[in-house]
Each structure stands twice: as C-alpha cells, then as structure tokens.
Nanobody, 120 residues
Framework: QVQLVESGGGLVQAGGSLRLSCAAS????????MGWYRQAPGKERELVAS???????NYADSVKGRFTISRDNAKNTVYLQMNSLKPEDTAVYYC??????????????WGQGTQVTVSS
C-alpha cells in the first residue's frame, strides 16, 4: 500500500503565496507521475499541475505563470508553489501519484486533500 500525506494548505489573501507538499510512503518501486488536482464547491475535480519522472510538466492554463510544480525523487515528494493567488484558486487540493508497487503493476493513489482558501 501507498500513502500520500499532504500539507501546506490554509487561508491567504489574494496576491499571496502558499506551498503545498505531498510525501508518498509505503511499498514504492518507482513513481511515474506526481501531480495536483483541485476541486472547488459545485465543480468537477480538475488537473492543476503534474510532473513525470522524466521532468516533463503539465499545467492548467489558469495557473500557468503563477504555480510551479517540483519533485524531490529521493524523498518521493512533490511540491506546488502557488504565487499570485486569486479567490478562484479556492478549492480542496489533492495530491496524486502513479506508483509501481512491484516491477509490473502500477496504481494511482490520492491524498486526503488540503483546503486552500484565498480571500479577496
């Protein structure tokens, strides 16, 4: 089993910054992708940013230029640096990882979510 533990959410004023962290632990052979999704009230969960093991990144258009995803592969940890936050960034942010738990099989795992609230 694999566990993802997130931290770093909170309340911030518009224009401020937050840094989210997510550490994966458990039976991990390798992690292919790590990323962040978010879900605002009444809306579907959406991709915010992802980073694969080769270093490739993908961002939602709404966060490009403001958010930066990074990984520490030695620590199985992914970070999301969020700058110039807007009220519309308010959501529960979920960490996700695609993990090989043996040399043939992989699964997608999710964290419990961390609330980010941006006040105007």
């Amino acid at each position: 089993q694999v566990q993802l533990v997130e931290s770093g959410g909170g309340l911030v004023q518009a224009g401020g910054s937050l840094r989210l962290s997510c550490a994966a632990s458990g039976t991990i052979i390798s992690i292919v992708d790590m990323g962040w999704y978010r879900q605002a009230p009444g809306k579907e969960r959406e991709l915010v940013a992802s980073k694969n093991s080769g270093g490739g990144t993908n961002y939602a258009d709404s966060v490009k230029g403001r958010f930066t995803i990074s990984r520490d592969n030695a620590k199985n940890t992914v970070y999301l640096q969020m700058n110039s936050l807007k009220p519309e960034d308010t959501a529960v942010y979920y960490c996700t990882s695609r993990v090989y738990t043996d040399y043939r099989n992989w699964d997608d795992y999710w964290g419990q979510g961390t609330q980010v609230t941006v006040s105007s």
